[in-house]
């Protein structure tokens, strides 16, 4: 747990109060952030929050005038960032830097106001706009609590909702809030329900009004394992050469000794193993598999520094982390109820650049489960997210990648055509982090020349966090379980 704020502030004043949201755009996805500004007896305190990652730092406040700085520490004294920019009524628009951060990104946050579980149920549902075009609003789970998403299908608009007064959410592009590109009013009757929404979107501006049969798929219901359920935990520290891993292991209940099991690798965020628990975690154990997850190093209770992702550092760096999961899944081999002969790696994102090289590094990885990791260079997957960034739209964007002649760095191509271990390439339809259209078409091209060790499932209508455009989960363990048993990992 993050230790209890002590934040200074030079100037105290009303105006920074409350809860801004935002984020800045680190070459392979979208930080989300957010900051909480409150007043005690000893001034203004403040925390900055991950909502993605399920993180609460402890933040620095110092003001002069609209100048605004935030120094963000990991509360062991420890700096991971700084945030110099100014302040107006609704907006923080300046930059970061620092170890958590990427050098010189632009960071922006609004003024947002929250919702409570009541108002999000209330508002979340489908609207018709005009003939058959349909407006969701949809709820969207996270590890620091839920909030909303747009999703109009037939215009290709799909983002995350902040709301800046009770009664009016906006929406910039993906998960980032500004620039603002769409507006939604809602006009409520005397209970609280909504009887129709003013959208304003590209210049243009409809009305909704409330489908009163959703005719829409049913949503699945994703089982969750949750912490009290009868897993059994063992806090473990591992030596990993220059550092120590904070780790726990998780074993599935009802699974027959010695079990199969996974070493859980991380993206690039500074990730702790906790973040993880909901989704990658959770999904192995449920299919039958043990997982080793640790903190990354440099972050939670693991030693070193944490140093972000940069194409011209890849290599270097990619083989620093899969030296630490290398440590980590020889660990895992020698432990009671492990069976050391199915053991392997799931991870995503990154870790689908560093899992094969782990691999390398050790002859006894079973198999590698991959969640929208890329088989192309970090300098494709970080040119694809600049020209999505500039407002390249997706299509344009693969396009272009074809003729990229830039800074390759890390380059997984030549170690994914003499590697033996079996992969479980795994990504959403609709993933706009990594350059889905590409990765696929190097898989083909692997397959096209007799490499058989590679799998390849698409799951429909999905992000890079397997989620659909209705913010639901999905079910990814009847995949999984079933690659396994082809691979005679599982019985």
Known sequence: MIPTLLALALFQNPEIEG???GGFQRTDEFISMELHVTRSDAGLEATLSLPEEGFRFPVVLERDKDRIELAVSDGNGNELGRFRGELD?????????????????????????????PTRERYAGTYRLDGDR???????ERPQGDALGIDVQAA???????????????????ESPLPIATRLRLHLDGAGAVERIELEHGGGSW?????????AAPEREVPQLLPDLDVERREVTIDAGDVRLAATLY????????CPAVVQLHGSAPTRRQSQWYFYTSVCLRSGLAVLAYDKRGCGESTGR???FSVEGSTDLFLKLGRDAAAAHAWLRKQDGIDPDRVGLVGGSQAGWIMPL????TNDVRFILSGCGPPISAGEEQEHARLLQSGVGLAEADRRLEEYAGPRGYDPRPLLRQLKTPILWMFGERDDVIPTHACLQELEALAREGYTTHDVHVFPDTDHNFRTSRGDGILMEPVITSWLRKRGVLD
Do not use: H, K, Y
Not at 207 to 215: K, L, N, T
Not at 251 to 258: V, W
Not at 358 to 361: F, Q
């Open 156 to 174: 290709g608009l799909r983002a995350i909702l902040f709301a800046v007064s009770e009664t009016e959410l906006v929406a910039g592009q993906g």
């Open 207 to 215: 009305e909704a009004i409330p489908v009163v049969e959703d005719v």
């Open 89 to 117: 009524a609704a907006t923080l628009r300046g930059r970061v830097d620092g170890a958590m951060m990427e050098a010189g990104a632009d960071c922006n946050l609004l003024r947002v106001v929250p919702l409570d579980e």
């Open 306 to 308: 944490f140093v972000p």
């Open 134 to 140: 349909t407006l969701r609003i949809v709820r969207v």
């Open 19 to 21: 809860l801004w949201a």
């Open 251 to 258: 074993l599935p209940p009802g699974i027959e000794r010695p």
């Open 358 to 361: 782990v691999a390398e590094l």
